[in-house]
């Protein structure tokens, strides 16, 4: 698993969660200081798929 994303906040990352959830792609969450949102993590090889997800979220903001 490789770092994929850090959100802002814990909306963020509930978004982000979600898209990969809905979209089949597994992460993990690493929490850096115990406070805030954590770190999202994915594996190297949905790297991919993941970004165009995020991308496609952002384009849609």
């Known amino acids: 698993m490789i ?3 850090d959100p802002g906040d814990a909306a963020e990352q ?3 969660e979600s ?7 597994e992460y ?3 929490s850096s200081n ?3 949102p ?3 993590l994915v594996a190297e090889e949905d790297v ?7 991308d ?6």
């Open 19 to 25: 898209l990969l959830r809905q979209n089949g792609v």
């Open 14 to 16: 509930a978004e982000v």
């Open 28 to 30: 993990f969450l690493k």
């Open 34 to 36: 115990g406070d805030g």
């Open 38 to 40: 954590s770190e999202i």
């Open 56 to 61: 496609v979220m952002n384009r849609n903001r």
């Open 3 to 5: 770092q994929f994303y």
């Open 48 to 54: 991919p798929q993941a970004q165009k997800l995020i």
